[in-house]
């Protein structure tokens, strides 16, 4: 009587699916999404008290984004205070586009190389929901990646850089809920 009650045992764990999140399943569900653009934000307007640290960087970004004539840029100074206004101009590429509070352009590719790490976003839950960082490199800069290099410290060309991604358990099947690439895009 024993082996037949074995079977099913054994097929139960099949039928349906890992509980655990396994390193080639979440590779696998990840790299559909790479290669990946890597965007940066210019906001429609902005705001810095005159002769501030703040003021200086948004001088350095301006020198950047003037460069290639994308971008139409207005300064205007009143009780002290210096506001910056930006609209995409009309020598922009398509991939230029403005949204309702930033300007989203293109900075350069991120290309998956891989996932390093997993774990339980709720460790109370096994079968909840499972973080797992993984590494992206950027490659093919647009005359745009000094401004994304200078709003994001530490961000270098073709240097591995850590990206999270969630995934959900549903249907006994392991999913993708979303990666710091389709978040930002979809924000």
Known sequence: MRPILA????????????????????????????????????????TADKGSAKQERFRKINELLNKDGWFEIKESEKDGKVRYSYAVSPK??????????????????????GST??????????????????????????????????????????????RHAQFERSGGKWGLLRTDETALLKD
């Open 7 to 46: 079977l099913p045992a054994l097929l139960l764990p099949l039928a349906c699916g890992s509980a655990k999140l396994e390193k080639a399943t979440a590779d696998k569900l990840i790299k559909p999404d790479y290669p990946a653009p890597v965007v940066v934000k210019v906001p429609l307007s902005a």
């Open 92 to 113: 922009a590429p398509k991939t230029v586009r403005p949204g309702l509070d930033n300007i989203l352009a293109q900075a350069a590719t991120a290309e998956f190389v």
């Open 117 to 162: 790490r997993m774990e339980p976003m709720d460790p109370r839950r096994k079968d909840g929901p499972v973080k797992v960082t993984f590494l992206v490199k950027f490659t093919k800069p647009t005359p745009l990646w000094p401004v994304y290099a200078l709003t994001h410290e530490g961000v270098r060309l073709d240097q591995p850089m850590e």
